[in-house]
């Protein structure tokens, strides 16, 4: 993604705009290089072990951990930062492999929960030690603690501030 201009703009122009520095750039197209190859080299992995890609992996994690291994729909879109739709379209997927059933919730007609299967609970257990090494070997054993620690304090902040919190924000899961 160009985050500058093809040409130099006008000097008006360049008034009305704060254009990335030349570091600001630099450090931009790492992050997005680096992230790209990063879910690139998770989803490989997790389709070669288990033939599912990253965002399912993430979908079963978090039923595995949830109580009862259930979730509303849409408490998982909002966990996953996805629509409704594309929620919907995955667990369809999941469904069709046995790992995840969905069970309509009593006090909303409209609601729904997705429920974690033993099936997929043992995909799941046998697929997460390859997927921890994965993360491990790509990430954590190439930075130093300070760096992990600083990491994680980055991306904790840059989280924070992309997450609205005011009522009628356009989040993806209200799509």
């Known amino acids: 993604m160009n985050t ?7 000097p008006a122009e360049a008034d009305a705009h704060r254009w990335l ?3 600001e750039q ?3 197209r790492s992050y997005r290089h680096a992230t790209t190859l990063l879910e690139d080299h998770l989803d490989r992995q997790l389709q070669r072990d288990a033939g599912m890609p990253h965002i399912y992996y993430g979908l079963l994690v978090k039923l595995g951990e949830a109580p009862q291994r259930r979730l509303r729909m ?3 879109a909002m966990d996953a930062k996805i629509t409704r739709s594309r929620l919907s379209h995955a667990i369809a997927r999941l469904e069709k492999n046995g790992w995840v059933r969905r069970e309509d919730c009593p006090s909303d007609k409209r609601g729904q929960f997705a ?5 997929g609970l043992q995909v799941l257990q046998r697929t997460a030690p390859g997927h921890v090494t994965a993360v491990r070997q790509a990430l954590f054993d190439r930075l130093s603690p300070e760096q992990q620690k600083s990491l994680g304090e980055i991306m904790q902040i840059v989280a924070e501030g992309l997450q609205p919190n005011e009522a009628g924000a356009d989040l993806p899961w209200l799509r």
């Open 115 to 119: 429920v974690l299967t033993d099936q």
């Open 26 to 28: 630099r450090v931009w």
């Open 74 to 76: 849409t408490e998982l």
């Open 4 to 10: 500058a201009p093809a040409s130099a703009p006008e």
């Open 21 to 23: 520095t030349a570091e």
